[in-house]
């Protein structure tokens, strides 16, 4: 067993452990491997242990990869902010583009999906807890943006992605965590058909688990400590 394979049997267990706790079933959690700065050799290493959802947050990066794992059975995810310039390279590479935050950038990205591809998924990013320097829309601003999104002909809206700021215990991460499911429950009594509230990442899967997450994005718990900042 490899270490990375190690660290996903652990990263699994966390998250069958803390669906037990919430009384919720461990398939309804989906696990989003973060391979942001690590290589091909990585996310082959991953695949080989059955993981097969993969998220990269820098655009050039992340098409040398995909480029470079042609072929394998991946899913790709898109978590990056994407510059109005890039929209294409992010149509046409990614499965799931998780960091719409502008109206603009959704359309380009609609606009530009190539026609041989299934739609392409997407959740729009919320700046949950107000954060200063960091993209996401406003939470009184998502449902407007939601309707306008799902409305595009080549998107599939599918939820709402947040990255909180990191908080010191587990109480306060799930209250955070609690107001983003409650933003997600207030557009599927809207009568937005969603599906994916992608919250949690390695310090909060169990506060994520506990108030809703379906997706909880890892990756120095699987790959280990990234050497540049990301
Ligand atoms: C890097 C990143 C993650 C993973 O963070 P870890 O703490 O390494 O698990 C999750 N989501 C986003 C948007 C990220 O940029």
Redesign the pocket.
């Known amino acids: 067993m490899t270490t990375i394979c190690n660290n996903l049997t652990a990263v699994r267990a966390r998250i069958a452990g803390a669906c037990r706790e919430a009384g919720r079933e461990a398939v309804e959690v989906r696990l989003l491997a973060?391979s942001?700065t690590f290589g091909p050799d990585a996310v082959r290493e991953a695949l080989d242990a059955g993981q097969r959802a993969f998220s990269e947050?820098y655009l050039q990066e992340a098409v040398a990869k995909i480029d470079a794992l042609a072929g394998l059975d991946i899913e790709w995810h898109c978590?990056?902010p994407i510059q109005s310039n890039k929209t294409r390279l992010a149509a046409e590479k990614f499965d799931w583009v998780q960091s719409v935050d502008r109206l603009k950038i959704a359309e380009r990205l609609s606009a530009q999906r190539p026609e041989q591809l299934p739609p392409l998924n997407i959740c729009l990013q919320v700046n949950i807890d107000g954060g200063e320097n960091k993209s996401g829309v406003a939470p009184d601003e998502v449902a407007s943006l939601a309707r306008a999104v799902a409305a595009l002909p080549r998107l599939r809206l599918r939820g709402l992605m947040t990255?909180p700021e990191p908080a010191a215990t587990y109480e306060a991460q799930l209250a955070v965590h609690r107001q983003a499911r409650a933003l997600f429950d207030s557009l599927v009594a809207g009568g937005l058909p969603l599906d994916t509230l992608s919250l949690g990442?390695?310090?909060d899967i169990e506060s994520a688990v506990a108030a809703g997450s379906t997706m909880v994005?890892?990756?120095?718990?699987i790959f280990g400590g990234r050497a540049r900042p990301?």
């Open positions: 973060v942001k947050n978590i990056g990255i990442m390695s310090a994005r890892v990756g120095s718990a990301a």
